[in-house]
């Protein structure tokens, strides 16, 4: 903190520490930072302790989490390194459902494995600011501040609303925020730093269900799709051609849960490559015209793909469920006069606002739903992962910002006043 | 360089002892400009020159440029000559904060603690508050519990008076849901009733004009109609927009046609009534007052009917090029010449000048006039023969205008004749004799039925 008097820039860091909990993964890092220190997938493998690979024994405080309180020990397995190797019998796990925590106990591995390995700090010197959905219930939250003030022992806790983040972190405090995320859309007014609850609207149709139509492609076109850790080696082969690879040997008891996850990540590459908003509704001739995308699937088969790039998007923008809908429900629920401000401020956010078009796409259809009457504006930042960790930047935003600093939940607060205070102090 | 002859052994014949003064002027002693003898700059080489080929020490001039100049010397940063400022990770309180919660930040170290500076941004709205008893006593309402007003006041402090938010996360499970206007309105009505009841502090609603307390009013019913209009226009479907849009066109188109005829009108009004001057009839002048007063109302009547029925089919069909009427420009007929000269002597002929407004063409059309009448064009100015002259071109010019305008409604006539003629193919349309009028002088006419003619295009218009 310097400058004239005392304040540059408005901000004022005090080492605090934003979480942003979601489907596909957990953003961590130190407030007042532009991105998150780690981007951690939010599930985590769980597998008996019996068999630990020789190379870590060697290295006991490796990336491994112990917990070591019953006999039959469980490992936990954080974090793509750790993660993406095949063992036997380590079932992959999510905390998350819903958009919330549900799974207290491996979240609260997750959050061991962030503050020793991630952080490398420990909790208590660090307040820490965790992002939430709009739905989120009371119960979730109240559990979350305990697990900090009790279990961490935080000095001081913050729950804000991810929309409320992701409006922050564009330069908005009024924004109806659109966050296209892994498990599902939602579209959210924010108005004056503030999230409209009942106006905020969501569809099960996210980058998890454009994962899913990926899959359901490729076995329509007979194209199989190799998990890339059981492929030992792969000639060069034409294209469209027969794939030639050799398979590597495996150690027997993968479970299937992994081997999902496994495959899902393979996908989620291909979708991430190949797939394609277009920026009008999906037309055979106009899609026909866009030069094709080569991908290369992890067997060696490799074949360029046209039209079926935008095909595969289109799932997207489905009538009813799909991101402009949401946008319009969402304003059509506001109160009229907050309407010409949410319709000026529309906020893309989330991993899906990532896909190439996406944007354009919504830009254009929810030109042609708004009321004449407003000036529409559609806003991103141009970066894919300042989309990605909007939410994230939000917070790292709000939580360095001088005048923030007392608003935080301190631990003596929550001594004297309990969780129930959550609902008054983190609207 | 010493070095080197001490090696060498050879005698330095001027080394010298280190003295107190060479070390501190030692630099200046080193110092020794050769001052050489000027060299004369040969005739008829300029200046600038010269100076190029020959400096203080004659020396060729540089190939390359350097720099020498003590300049940067001078001007040296003084580096390493004091300590860096330290900062430290110091604790601080925020006298913003309720509980006196410590958090650390990075500060100076030098700097001396001082107030939490962000903390001067802690402001609040200042909320009325209420007891029981003054509850009871004042803010009784049928429509409210008290529950609900605490509520509703809890609400306001917490998020500051943003009513759309309070609405949002008004407790609907406890309370029936209202709407923001009837949240406003409550909370409003309880400022102001609270306001007048006790001398409270809170100056959001009330403001002092001339000392003494204005309270806001809340008005619960306009905001609700506004809002209801504020929706319907929202809620416009496209259709409904690009139907208002094509009328707002519509209407535009209408009201340049209208005004093109008023202007007409008038224009005809000026002639009629310049006519009629020159008639100056006194039997004549009532009658066509009653006249002119009556055809600006039909025409106007006319047009307005037109309008609407244009208006109809354009709904229903598409637009059909249908021939606008064209602009007969009428202008203000007659001569005026001006009376008053400026001081001085002048010549009488000087009052038979036509003024600078009269156009060529219309001096020419006079002049023709006069030549065909068999009259002088610049006759010997007499005071008689000066107004009797002047009288006459005005009214010559007069008739030339009504000429003019004749022929053009004529024109209009026949035109619209024809384009009926060309929609209804087979028909004939029979123009009464009483308008249609070919012999050409305007002046015989009666004057209502020059205005019949402009007015009759809307009228056939009307009828197509």
Redesign the interface.
């Known amino acids: 903190?310097?400058g004239p008097?005392?304040?540059l820039y408005?901000g004022?860091?005090?080492?605090a520490l934003v979480f942003d909990p979601g489907h596909h993964s957990l953003r961590v890092g130190y407030a007042q930072e532009d991105t998150p220190k780690a981007d951690i997938p939010a599930v985590i493998g769980v597998g008996p302790a019996t068999h630990i690979p020789e190379a870590e024994e060697k290295v006991p405080d490796g990336n491994v989490t112990q917990s070591n309180t019953k006999k039959d020990e469980l490992r936990y397995y954080i974090d793509v390194t750790e993660l993406h190797v095949p063992r036997p019998g380590m079932e992959v796990q999510t905390y998350m459902k819903d958009g919330q925590v549900e799974n207290w106990d491996l979240f609260e591995k997750m959050l061991d494995y962030c503050y020793s390995k991630v952080i490398r700090s420990p909790s208590e010197h660090h307040?820490a600011l965790f992002t939430e959905a709009v739905w989120t219930t009371r119960p979730a939250r109240e559990k979350l501040a305990e697990l900090l003030f009790e279990k961490y022992q935080a000095?001081?806790f913050f729950l804000v609303k991810n929309a409320v983040l992701a409006a922050f972190a564009n330069g908005k405090s009024t924004a109806l925020v659109v966050d296209a995320g892994a498990s599902q859309t939602s579209a959210v007014p924010v108005?004056?730093g503030?999230a409209?609850?009942?106006?905020a609207v969501r569809s099960p149709v996210g980058g998890d269900h454009l994962v899913a139509q990926a899959k359901h492609m490729l076995n329509n076109m007979h194209i199989q799709m190799l998990p890339i850790y059981s492929i030992q080696s792969k000639e060069v082969i034409r294209e469209r051609e027969r794939a030639r690879y050799t398979l590597k040997t495996l150690p027997a008891g993968l479970t299937h849960t992994w081997q999902q996850y496994m495959l899902k990540r393979q996908y989620e590459d291909f979708v991430h490559c190949v797939a394609h908003v277009s920026e009008t509704a999906y037309d055979d001739r106009s899609a026909a015209s866009v030069p094709g995308l080569h991908y290369e699937f992890p067997g060696g088969y490799h074949q360029d793909f046209g039209p079926e790039r935008f095909k595969l998007s289109e799932c997207l923008f489905e009538q009813s469920l799909g991101a402009p809908h949401l946008v319009c429900a969402a304003a059509g629920a506001?109160?009229?006069?907050?309407?010409a401000a949410l319709w000026g401020a529309v906020v893309a956010s989330g991993g899906g606002a990532c896909a190439t078009g996406w944007l354009e796409r919504l830009a254009k259809e929810l030109a042609g739903r708004a009321?004449?009457?407003h000036r529409l504006k559609v806003t991103a930042p141009p970066a894919p992962a300042e989309r990605r960790f909007a939410a994230w930047i939000g917070g790292s935003i709000l939580a360095s910002i001088?005048?923030f600093?007392?608003m935080?939940i301190?631990?003596?607060?929550y001594d004297?006043g309990g969780k129930g205070q959550l609902e008054?102090k983190c609207? | 360089m010493a070095d080197i002859l001490d090696i060498l052994d050879i005698e330095h014949p001027g080394a010298s002892e280190i003295t107190r003064d060479s070390i501190i002027h030692g630099d200046k002693v080193k110092k020794k400009y050769v001052t050489t003898k000027a060299v004369r700059r040969p005739e008829g080489m300029h200046r600038e020159v010269f100076a190029l080929l020959y400096n203080d020490n004659k020396d060729l001039p540089p190939l390359l440029p350097t720099d020498t100049g003590k300049a940067y010397k001078q001007t040296k940063a003084k580096l390493g000559m004091r300590k860096v400022r330290k900062w430290v990770w110091a604790p601080f309180t925020?006298p913003?904060?309720k509980?006196?919660?410590v958090?650390?930040?990075?500060?100076?170290a030098s700097?001396e603690a001082?107030e939490?500076?962000?903390?001067q941004?802690?402001k609040q709205v200042s909320i009325p508050s209420y007891s029981e008893s003054e509850y009871n006593q004042y803010l009784k309402s049928e429509d409210w519990s008290q529950a609900e007003t605490d509520h509703l006041i809890d609400l306001c402090q917490?998020?500051d008076l943003?009513f759309?938010?309070i609405?949002?996360?008004w407790d609907?499970a406890a309370f029936r849901d209202r709407s923001?206007e009837d949240l406003k309105e409550r909370y409003y009505n309880i400022c102001s009733i609270l306001s007048k009841v006790k001398t409270n502090p809170w100056s959001n609603t009330v403001t002092m004009v001339n000392g003494e307390k204005r309270i806001y009013h809340y008005d619960a019913e306009h905001e609700r109609k506004r809002?209801e209009q504020?929706?319907r226009?929202?809620d416009?479907t496209q259709e409904q927009?690009d139907e208002e849009q094509m009328l707002l066109t519509e209407l535009k188109k209408i009201e340049a046609r209208k005004r093109e005829r008023d202007r007409k009108t008038q224009d005809l009004q000026k002639l009629i009534s310049r006519a009629d001057s020159g008639n100056s009839t006194t039997n004549n002048q009532a009658n066509v007052t009653n006249e002119a007063a009556m055809p600006t109302n039909t025409v106007s009547n006319i047009v307005r009917r037109h309008d609407r029925k244009l208006h109809k089919k354009k709904l229903a069909t598409q637009q059909r090029p249908v021939r606008t009427v064209e602009t007969v420009t009428v202008e203000w007929s007659g001569i005026k010449f001006p009376e008053a000269r400026g001081t001085g002597v002048w010549l009488r002929s000087q009052r038979m000048k036509l003024p600078p407004g009269v156009g060529q063409r219309k001096t020419k059309a006079i002049e023709q006039e006069l030549r065909l009448m068999n009259i002088d064009i610049a006759p010997t100015p007499t005071e008689a023969i000066c107004k009797h002259f002047n009288e006459l071109r005005s009214d010559l010019a007069l008739a030339l205008d009504l000429k003019n305008a004749l022929a053009s409604c004529e024109f209009e006539l026949q035109a619209l004749r024809h384009q009926y003629e060309a929609l209804n193919p087979g028909k004939t349309l029979s123009i009464p004799p009483s308008i249609c009028n070919t012999n050409a002088d305007g002046e015989a006419k009666p004057l209502g039925e020059i205005i019949d003619v402009v007015g009759s295009p809307g009228a056939l218009n009307s009828t197509i």
């Open positions: 903190m310097s008097n005392g304040m408005g004022d860091e005090i080492g307040p000095p001081a108005i004056d503030y409209l609850v009942s106006a506001c109160d009229a006069d907050a309407r009321p004449s009457a001088g005048s600093q007392q935080w301190s631990s003596q607060e004297e008054r609207p | 925020n913003a904060r509980d006196n919660a958090f650390h930040h990075w500060k100076r700097d001082k939490y500076p962000f903390a941004f802690n917490r998020f943003r759309i938010v609405h949002d996360r609907k923001v809002k504020l929706k226009l929202f416009r927009i």
